[in-house]
């Protein structure tokens, strides 16, 4: 299986220590054709953009350093943050027109769109590593919010599913097998991609291998992916940026 994109990495607009120059050049010695910068929205508390915003001078800078490298295709996204059990994300509409790529997925750390989500957004997860009713009861919570996302808006794929915050990942699946949203494969964390791989597979969602890349050194390292993919019989042609 060959990658010919990596449509998950940040960038100093976020939490990235390379510049979007750098991810490219990165992503072309790595022999991709096609890159991704997808910085965390502004309710990442601490490793978000500052605000919505943002992303039009990311959108910008994009379009300028694509021009510099004619055989990478550079595209401007963003990793939304849910923010509310109703699907809400921190990513604004007038923004979400402008991206080429929109990702969501869950973090622990996120500032939540009312005071209604504190609970379901953050303080269930908090409680998750406690007892095994709590960590029942924060799947449902995620798995319902990145569900209603996932009918919302049109979501390209979900970061990281069941990493560090628990979800039902066939249900999640089969919602996004439905909406024509692919499931990540996440080769930048460590963490059980063989039940993620070996429960999606069965929905027929498909899948997408990213790198999560917060250096530019780990663009487009992708080859795990692959590897897990391999093991669980997943045809290429239900992974979105391989051939
Ligand atoms: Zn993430
Ligand atoms: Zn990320």
Known sequence: ????????THSKYSDGR???????????????SELAITDHGPANIGTGVKSGATYFEIIDEVREVSAWYPGLTLKAGAEADITGSDGSIDIPPEVRDKLDILIVGLHPYVVPASLEAVWPVVGINRLAG??????????????KALKEAVYRYDVDFISHPDLKMPVDVSEL??????????IEINTGHHYDKEVLVREAVKTGVNF????????PASVGK????????????VPGERVLNAV
């Open 208 to 215: 997408v291998v990213c790198s999560d890349a917060h250096f």
């Open 1 to 8: 299986m060959e990658f010919f994109a990596d449509w998950h």
């Open 130 to 143: 406690i007892s095994r009713g709590a960590r029942e009861r924060a799947r449902v919570s995620n798995t």
């Open 173 to 182: 699946s089969a919602a996004c097998a439905a909406c024509d949203t692919a």
């Open 18 to 32: 390379g510049t979007i120059q750098e991810n490219a050049e990165a992503a072309m010695a790595r022999g991709l």
């Open 222 to 233: 992708l080859q795990e992916g692959a590897a897990v993919l391999k093991k669980f019989g």
